[in-house]
DNA sequence: GTCTATATGAAGATAGAC
DNA sequence: GTCTATCTTCATATAGAC
């Protein structure tokens, strides 16, 4: 491993507390409503020091998440080396992870409709290189499950996939979270529902 | 039924084309995205004139869904007069009905974290009766089947009702839909996974 | 790179004539 | 009630000194 300048060292923990700042907010209150203050006030630094680190808002947005999905890989690895997890128990395993990033304040949710920033993370070739890295890694998983015999035969590979990361960003889990029940509770509710479905087994 | 004065029945039928408006861009691209200008020149009117039939653009998407949830009543009602229809055949129906209004391009979906929005529709007391007039009829029906062993024991009434809500606006839909596949397609798989669950029976 | 101060533009809301 | 024109606020982004 190389070091870096002492000075790039700096810099990159400011970035990092930066990008710190930006999840969290993301997390609480979603792209739109975050401003480019709040992040300044956050880190405790000016607003026009935030734009010598990143060209703008989207490009905020954009780093934090490229930092998730990084953390995602590192947890695809960590379950992918667990012993004695089938294909299902896997995914099982991801769904739970999303959930517990999401109760944890930490699950920077993009409000699915935004043009703007649509526009910039789909032309972000980072971020879209690690989208499908994760996307191809779950999608496997699937196909494997699947085969298993494990999943429904009704529901493609595809739609499990995209339910799968509707399930990371799950409002139901906020909600249930404010009534008030502990987050143990609220990830085997959801998990329940996921998988097995609202009807009787 | 009383005939209105005609000026009344004419400022009825442009309030009831303000709300098509706002319920279609409320349904396109969320409340944050969406501005008064932009309803104004769905309608036809000037801005200015916006303001003499709603104070706010918050009291605009009361409005929509004010009315959403008058049609949710209308339909809850048409489920309930169906014959043959057990308790858990009501609740697929209902999820049936908002996948449809959704994939029409006509579910309101207000993006689920809107302090502004949300304190203005919890004061507003038209639209939390009739919020929780909804939510008591699906209630009464999710204790029924529940009762009937067709509900999963594992998942309290509670959670079914906010998994039934939250389906309703499910970005699933639009991803599925944007892929190509045709509506009844999209809805039997969301179905599928909503009541049968991603894992095999 | 960090700051203060400011440019620029967008959007909610209003004034006042008709 | 409808319009045009305007007010006000606020948020993204930048200028320019240090």
Not at 63 to 84: H, P, S, T
């Amino acid at each position: 491993m190389a070091r870096l300048p002492f000075s790039q060292q700096v810099r990159q923990a400011r970035e990092d507390a930066i990008v710190d700042a930006v999840n969290r907010l993301l997390a609480g209150k979603g792209f739109d409503l975050m401003t480019m203050d709040e992040v300044a006030g956050e880190v405790g630094i000016a607003k026009a020091s935030l734009y010598k680190h990143f060209d703008s808002k989207e490009a905020l947005a954009a780093a934090a998440m490229k930092r998730l999905l990084g953390r995602a890989e590192v947890e695809l690895d960590r379950i992918a080396a667990r012993d004695g997890l089938d294909a299902l128990g896997r995914l099982k395993a991801v769904v739970h992870w999303t959930m517990t990033v999401q109760l944890a304040g930490e699950m920077p949710s993009l409000p699915s409709q935004n043009s703007s920033l649509r526009a910039a993370l789909m032309a972000d070739m980072d971020y879209m290189t690690l989208l499908m890295g994760v996307s191809e890694r779950l999608s496997s998983w699937i196909l494997a499950a699947q085969a298993d015999g494990a999943l429904s035969p009704k529901v493609p590979p595809e739609v499990v996939l995209y339910t799968l990361f509707a399930r990371a960003c799950d409002p139901v889990l906020a909600v249930l979270k404010a009534g008030g029940h502990p987050d143990d509770q609220v990830i085997d509710w959801v998990m329940a529902t996921t998988f097995d479905g609202l009807s009787a087994r």
